[in-house]
């Protein structure tokens, strides 16, 4: 070290300090993010302007709660697509806009629960064996979807958009893109992997000629979102609730790994409570206005990593860029015209790359599954998660990745564990 101060205002001092020479930093990073930020609204039926807003006015909330101290960015999280798509479908948005908020109030009982009792507490309600194969059965019930899209159907395969021999050869350029990227790319570019996918598909499909302009000519350049209001609906907040296990256990992950980055302890100081707090109020937010729940974005602490861009107040001028684009309504209109088998392309990918993420779980933790009682509980909630498994009450029902949730948490409490 040198001995010299480093200026308040400068990208790298890790205290918050606003200054208009951020901005462009700023913008940077919401770029970042913006492939996958706008892919979850497109994937659910939801509004990517709409999803800009909320990531930028979660993003403001969540420093205002951490009091500014922690470098991250918050937007769409993927955890939720097949949760939303199947509320879309069954409630409608008001009802899934419940769910979204219910989801946040998941957030401020784990942040109280940790304030309490300490974290050790919730890896005790939610080791790796029931959050591992839980993150398994998003992923893995999302794919039917991706491969739909891939060959030109709609997500459900229920109508053909596209004939294969069109579909394919759109598709599967997107998915190489998208993965040559991710590995081989150097710098900046290997942070916009999902960017890239859809900029590579986009072009492929200008060349099949299946790119429809006609919304952007209809579309004007400026406008209010596309916002909705939640209903109350009970089944929607349960259920929203459950799959909010997977993004809480994310986002310990990527608290630490930014402390790693920075060297301080966030977990400490504003303390995982407020952190926690902060994305739950973010994700309550997104409900409220119409948009998909937030969570934190590693891919983002991979871009401050990268320009050194640790002062927090970066992260605000990434929220107020996304506060201003979810107003060009023009910006709405272009992501309409993506072909759906580009996104089915990249989900390909994306969807596996969420199952692999809860094998990694069961790996890093050591898991013998082996173990009877370990291999009941991983095989039941796969099989439960993934196989159609209903419970019916009346007018409840519990099915997908919610009753995978409940069996997971409700086996790891009941099972005894063996003495060795």
């Known amino acids: 070290m040198s001995g010299q101060p480093i200026n308040k205002y400068s990208l790298s001092s890790l205290d918050y300090a606003f200054s208009i020479r951020q901005c462009v930093v700023g913008a940077q990073m919401l770029f970042v993010a913006f492939g996958a930020l706008v ?5 659910t039926g939801l509004d990517p302007n709409v999803a800009l807003f909320t990531a930028g006015a979660g993003t403001l909330a969540f420093q205002i709660v951490t009091r500014g101290k922690v470098p991250i960015f918050l937007a769409s999280s993927f955890a939720f697509i097949a949760p939303i798509q199947y ?3 069954t409630w409608g948005p008001g009802g899934t806009m419940c769910g979204i908020v219910a989801a946040g109030f998941l957030y401020f009982l784990v942040s109280a629960l940790i304030r309490w009792k300490g974290l050790k507490s919730v890896y005790k309600l939610l080791p790796p064996i029931v959050t591992g194969p839980v993150i398994m059965v998003i992923g893995l019930s999302l794919s039917p979807s991706a491969v739909h899209m891939a060959l030109g159907r709609t997500g459900d395969g229920a109508a053909v958009l596209f004939p294969v021999s069109v579909a394919l050869p759109v598709a599967l350029p997107a998915l190489a893109a998208t993965i040559i990227v991710s590995i081989y790319g150097k710098g900046f570019l290997r942070l916009v992997p999902i960017l890239s996918g859809i900029l590579v598909g986009y072009l492929a499909a200008l060349v099949a000629g299946i790119v429809d302009f006609s919304v952007i000519d209809k579309a004007p350049w400026f406008g209010l979102p596309a916002f909705v209001r939640p209903t109350w609906n009970l089944q929607a907040a349960i259920l929203f609730m459950l799959v909010g296990i997977a993004p809480i256990i994310e986002h310990v992950g990527n608290i630490l ?8 302890n966030y977990a400490e100081d504003p303390g995982l409570h407020k952190t926690l707090l902060g994305d739950g109020i973010a994700t309550s937010i997104a409900g409220l206005f119409g948009g998909p729940p937030n969570t934190t974005y590693a891919e983002v602490t991979g871009g401050i990593t990268l320009v050194r861009a ?3 107040a970066v992260l605000t001028w990434a929220a107020f860029t996304a506060l201003a684009l979810s107003f060009v309504t023009k910006l709405g209109a272009v992501l309409q015209t993506i072909p759906t088998p580009v996104m089915g392309g990249i989900m390909i990918l994306l969807f ?3 199952s692999v993420v809860g094998m990694n779980l069961l790996v ?8 009877p009682r370990n291999m009941a509980i991983v095989a039941m909630v796969l099989v439960f998660g993934i ?3 209903i419970f019916r009450a009346g007018d409840f029902t519990l099915e997908g990745i919610g009753l995978a949730g409940v069996t997971g948490i409700v086996l790891n409490l009941v099972l005894p564990n063996r003495p060795e």
Do not use: Y
């Open 387 to 389: 196989g159609g498994m």
């Open 87 to 89: 509320g879309m479908r």
């Open 310 to 312: 640790f002062n927090p």
């Open 364 to 371: 890093r933790a050591g898991e013998d599954l082996v173990l």
């Open 352 to 354: 596996g790359a969420i």
């Open 257 to 264: 790994a930014v402390g790693a980055v920075t060297g301080r």
């Open 39 to 43: 892919l979850v609204p497109m994937l």
